[in-house]
């Protein structure tokens, strides 16, 4: 019998203990984009709009068809209110600093339930 020989090399498996790879890159941002956008509350043509980019690129970086370019990477965070790092998978950064900071911060308190927002008001006279 007859075995005819393979065309490519076998690929070899990862390295024992070695981690699984994550998702790729650009389903990462893709996620994290679109989680954003419902949070601001913004259609897709909206964010594509204020990037200054085609709805349809929008479209498929949010899909995880696409990454964006830096610049481009830049104005979506601008646009979603949220850092770099947060687009890049790595949520927990430092905090933001000026009017971003001002914004989000805003942004969480809009979205608190009624029993954050009172502790939160109980907190207030501490701080001060």
Known sequence: M???????????????????????????????????????????????????????????????????????LHRLCAVLGVSPNELLGYPHSLPLEGESARNQLLHRVHHLDERQAQALLQLLPILR
Do not use: C
């Open 2 to 72: 007859y075995i005819r020989p393979l065309d490519k090399a076998p690929a070899l498996s990862r390295p024992l203990g070695a981690p699984a790879p994550g998702p790729p890159l650009s389903s990462v941002i893709g996620a994290a984009a679109r989680a954003a956008r419902l949070r601001a509350r913004l259609t897709q043509a909206e964010v594509a709009n204020l990037t200054a980019i085609s709805v349809t690129v929008y479209n498929r970086l949010e899909r995880g068809r696409m990454q964006p370019s830096v610049p481009t």
